[in-house]
């Protein structure tokens, strides 16, 4: 599903991003990257959906090579992957159902197709009776839960979560984690991205630890240790 292969991420000669990552993620895994800030969790998530190049090495993520990817093929690469990220990024001037249909606007889908499927993403995310709010009526919690139907509207195989719940409480935090397991028990693979021990040790599934940008831990049912 997800393969890194030798890859290296260089922002400048003095600042590296990742080093000598090799790493598969298997379909259906819910795998979770810790690490300390500026350790690279942040760089390795966003070479997943092509946010970001590798310096050198290779990755392919759902038979995408995503090394050699040409710039108007991507669109079509982050239909396959949703991301979720710490800040909200909704739109303040449209209701819920409208930041969530936006995201299938933009990709051209039929009017009669967007009402059939922000029903389904916003029911998953326990949004259906407020998809005529507005972003700021929502709890912070609520927001993130748009930001995750958002990210579902294709349907994506991996669903990557950047720190989704870095601007949460603990009840809102355990809200999130709770529908991020909801959405890998429907087979999607999620990237958990994140420096919150308590979470990760909760969540008693796969670890993945980076320090100095290098993978140091890769433990099945792991814990995050500091």
């Known amino acids: 599903m997800i393969h890194f292969k030798n890859i290296n991420k260089t922002y400048s000669p003095n600042i ?9 993620i ?4 819910f795998v979770s990257i810790v690490g300390q800030s500026g350790t690279g969790k942040s ?8 946010e970001e190049r590798p310096t050198s090495g290779q990755i392919a993520v759902g038979g995408w090579d995503i090394t050699r ?13 949703g991301v979720v990220f710490q800040d909200f990024k909704l739109l303040v001037r449209r209701t819920v159902y409208e930041n969530v249909a936006f995201a299938l606007e933009v990709a051209g889908t039929p009017a009669r197709r967007i009402r059939e499927v922000v029903p389904q993403v916003l029911k998953i ?15 912070g919690g609520e927001q993130q839960r748009v930001v995750v139907a958002r990210s579902l509207v294709h349907r994506p195989k991996i669903l990557v979560a950047d720190e989704p719940t870095g601007n949460l409480d603990t009840i809102h935090t355990r809200e999130i984690i709770d529908l991020l397991r909801k959405i890998n028990e429907f087979g999607t693979t999620v990237v958990l991205v994140t420096h919150n021990r308590e979470v990760v040790n909760a969540l ?16 099945e049912e792991g814990r995050y240790k500091l």
Do not use: C, W
Request: glycine share 8%; net charge positive; proline share 5%.
């Open 204 to 219: 008693k599934k796969r670890v993945i630890t980076l320090e100095g940008g290098e993978i140091t831990s890769d433990v």
């Open 69 to 81: 990817i040409r710039e108007h093929d991507v669109p079509l690469l982050r239909r396959q992957i």
């Open 26 to 29: 298997r379909p259906g895994e």
């Open 16 to 24: 590296v991003g990742v080093r000598n990552v090799n790493l598969h």
């Open 125 to 139: 995310v326990n949004l259906q009776e407020k998809g005529d709010r507005y972003p700021k009526q929502l709890s």
């Open 43 to 50: 760089t390795l998530a966003k070479l997943m959906f092509a």
